[in-house]
């Protein structure tokens, strides 16, 4: 079936670009009608990285925060309308692509999308700077929160439609009076001189006329295209772990993220989608909030700097933890996943890797998630899982610098396939899928385009 949607299992940064552009691929393979990618919630909060081997020999690595991960492989894509879009950012990474990909197939960008402006920004900064103790997110202050409040404030909402409509100096210019409150707390330059608005106006008049003919119907359009047989890629961003109602409260993030989100706010049926959940090897957290396996030993320091887990959109160290598969058979459940892409598998090798198999929540041993996740002490299993996948360097922060390297090591475990891996990953996939009770269909064994081992 090649219709799918891809999640993150776990608090986001699992490596769902690389997966999404995988599924292009396949999709490429499987037959040659147009592949769509659309991206259904989030906004630039996300940094979705891929690295993309060039025709000569080097390896780029290349970030988007607003357009899917589609501009990479020339594929349609799509803008769904719970997406907090961000107009400035989408069309210089669109360039981008242009430049470095040759990008030029169609843009479609739902008339209902809401635009994520400067003030949702600068809104978000004033915001966390208020917080304080355990009320402190660590947001990427991409204006996030202060979007998806607009969102639900409805009157103070701009959609793409007004956006590009005739209308939209006055339609700002009223949603900034309605928002004055706010804005003068928030002491933006120029909003009582008028100066603010007139910026805004520069900044945004050259994209509006760019964008003008990608607005559309996205629903009727992509069930078209489910008509018509073609491939339909959701891509998500974040984790559910940072969801808005089954993240851990308040250091979550403001969009519904689930895989079965996109469905009601594109039209498209469950029957026609196959899930995907994407889970690194160990998670990772950005930014403030609890994580119950959290490594602030070897494993923990090392990984990190080793697999340069640094955040995609803010350059903050991510923190590391041991496997926690609580949470992904939670995470799981929630997104009625149909099979597990497992990343970073390359990362961990050498390394001793327990893993949490149950928690104690008020003295009691659980394998359920508490809606406090405080409150979760991990248990680990008594197995000790270790593996070695190569000679080679172990500081794989630098992909494109260990990429001649590994290149070909990489290459073999492909080409073998899951026969020719080491026998105690062979023990963790086993262990995993009979935690899980959830296939794990391919691993990812390096950063580059193709360097997937399928199960
Ligand atoms: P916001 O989405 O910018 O409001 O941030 C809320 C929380 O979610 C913070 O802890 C962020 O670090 C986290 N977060 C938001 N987007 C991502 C992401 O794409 N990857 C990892 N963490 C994220």
Same mark, same amino acid.
Not at 9 to 26: F, M, N, R, S, T
Not at 179 to 194: D, F, M, N
Not at 316 to 322: E, H, L, M, N
Not at 397 to 404: A, W
């Given at each position: 079936?090649?219709?799918?949607?891809?999640?993150?299992?776990?608090?986001?940064?699992?490596?769902?670009?690389?997966?999404?552009?995988?599924?292009?691929?396949?999709?490429?393979?499987?037959?040659?009608?147009?592949?769509?990618?659309?991206?259904?919630?989030?906004?630039?909060?996300?940094?979705?990285?891929?690295?993309?081997?060039?025709?000569?020999?080097?390896?780029?690595?290349?970030?988007?925060?607003?357009?899917?991960?589609?501009?990479?492989?020339?594929?349609?894509?799509?803008?769904?309308?719970?997406?907090?879009?961000?107009?400035?950012?989408?069309?210089?990474?669109?360039?981008?692509?242009?430049?470095?990909?040759?990008?030029?197939?169609?843009?479609?960008?739902?008339?209902?999308?809401?635009?994520?402006?400067?003030?949702?920004?600068?809104?978000?900064?004033?915001?966390?700077?208020?917080?304080?103790?355990?009320?402190?997110?660590?947001?990427?202050?991409?204006?996030?929160?202060?979007?998806?409040?607009?969102?639900?404030?409805?009157?103070?909402?701009?959609?793409?439609?007004?956006?590009?409509?005739?209308?939209?100096?006055?339609?700002?210019?009223?949603?900034?009076?309605?928002?004055?409150?706010?804005?003068?707390?928030?002491?933006?330059?120029?909003?009582?001189?008028?100066?603010?608005?007139?910026?805004?106006?520069?900044?945004?008049?050259?994209?509006?006329?760019?964008?003008?003919?990608?607005?559309?119907?996205?629903?009727?359009?992509?069930?078209?295209?489910?008509?018509?047989?073609?491939?339909?890629?959701?891509?998500?961003?974040?984790?559910?772990?940072?969801?808005?109602?089954?993240?851990?409260?308040?250091?979550?993030?403001?969009?519904?993220?689930?895989?079965?989100?996109?469905?009601?706010?594109?039209?498209?049926?469950?029957?026609?989608?196959?899930?995907?959940?994407?889970?690194?090897?160990?998670?990772?957290?950005?930014?403030?909030?609890?994580?119950?396996? #959290?490594? $602030?030993?070897?494993?923990?320091? +090392?990984?990190?700097?080793?697999?340069?887990?640094? &955040?995609? =959109?803010? !350059?903050?160290?991510?923190?590391?933890?041991?496997?926690?598969?609580?949470?992904?058979?939670?995470?799981?459940?929630?997104?009625?996943?149909?099979?597990?892409?497992?990343?970073?598998?390359?990362?961990?090798?050498?390394?001793?890797?327990?893993?949490?198999?149950?928690?104690?929540?008020?003295?009691?041993?659980?394998?359920?998630?508490?809606?406090?996740?405080?409150?979760?002490?991990?248990?680990?299993?008594?197995?000790?899982?270790?593996?070695?996948?190569?000679?080679?360097?172990?500081?794989?922060?630098?992909?494109?610098?260990?990429?001649?390297?590994?290149?070909?090591?990489?290459?073999?475990?492909?080409?073998?396939?899951?026969?020719?891996?080491?026998?105690? #990953?062979? $023990?963790?996939?086993?262990?995993? +899928?009979?935690?899980?009770?959830?296939?794990?269909? &391919?691993? =990812?064994? !390096?950063?580059?385009?193709?360097?997937?081992?399928?199960?």
């Amino acid at each position: 079936m090649p219709n799918t949607i891809v999640v993150g299992l776990q608090w986001g940064d699992e490596g769902k670009a690389k997966i999404l552009d995988d599924l292009v691929q396949e999709a490429k393979q499987a037959n040659d009608k147009k592949i769509w990618v659309v991206r259904f919630q989030g906004g630039p909060n996300a940094g979705h990285t891929n690295y993309i081997l060039m025709p000569d020999g080097r390896l780029v690595k290349f970030v988007s925060h607003a357009a899917p991960i589609g501009v990479t492989s020339n594929s349609e894509i799509g803008i769904g309308p719970n997406v907090a879009f961000d107009p400035e950012k989408f069309i210089k990474e669109v360039e981008e692509a242009r430049k470095l990909f040759g990008y030029n197939a169609g843009i479609h960008i739902s008339e209902r999308t809401g635009i994520l402006f400067d003030y949702h920004r600068k809104l978000d900064a004033w915001q966390e700077s208020l917080r304080t103790g355990n009320l402190k997110i660590g947001t990427t202050v991409s204006g996030i929160g202060p979007f998806y409040m607009d969102n639900a404030n409805r009157a103070t909402r701009i959609t793409f439609a007004e956006y590009v409509s005739d209308n939209f100096h006055d339609t700002l210019a009223k949603v900034l009076e309605q928002k004055s409150h706010e804005l003068v707390a928030a002491r933006i330059p120029g909003l009582v001189t008028g100066k603010y608005l007139d910026t805004l106006i520069a900044t945004h008049d050259p994209i509006r006329k760019e964008l003008k003919e990608c607005a559309c119907e996205l629903e009727y359009i992509l069930r078209e295209a489910l008509e018509k047989g073609e491939n339909i890629i959701l891509e998500g961003a974040q984790g559910s772990m940072l969801d808005i109602d089954m993240g851990t409260k308040p250091t979550q993030t403001s969009s519904h993220l689930l895989a079965t989100d996109p469905l009601a706010g594109l039209g498209l049926p469950r029957s026609a989608f196959r899930i995907y959940g994407v889970e690194k090897l160990y998670p990772t957290r950005v930014g403030e909030g609890v994580m119950p396996t #959290l490594a $602030e030993d070897n494993f923990g320091i +090392e990984t990190q700097k080793n697999a340069g887990e640094v &955040g995609a =959109s803010t !350059g903050r160290d991510r923190r590391v933890g041991y496997p926690d598969w609580v949470i992904i058979k939670y995470t799981a459940m929630l997104n009625d996943i149909d099979g597990i892409y497992l990343t970073r598998v390359d990362n961990v090798q050498d390394r001793d890797i327990k893993v949490c198999t149950a928690y104690e929540v008020n003295g009691k041993r659980t394998e359920r998630v508490p809606s406090k996740l405080e409150t979760a002490t991990p248990i680990y299993s008594d197995k000790i899982y270790s593996w070695h996948l190569w000679d080679g360097p172990a500081d794989l922060s630098k992909p494109e610098e260990v990429d001649k390297a590994l290149h070909d090591k990489r290459a073999d475990y492909v080409k073998e396939g899951s026969g020719s891996l080491p026998k105690s #990953l062979k $023990e963790y996939i086993i262990d995993h +899928e009979n935690y899980i009770k959830k296939p794990i269909i &391919g691993m =990812s064994i !390096g950063p580059a385009r193709g360097e997937i081992v399928k199960l």
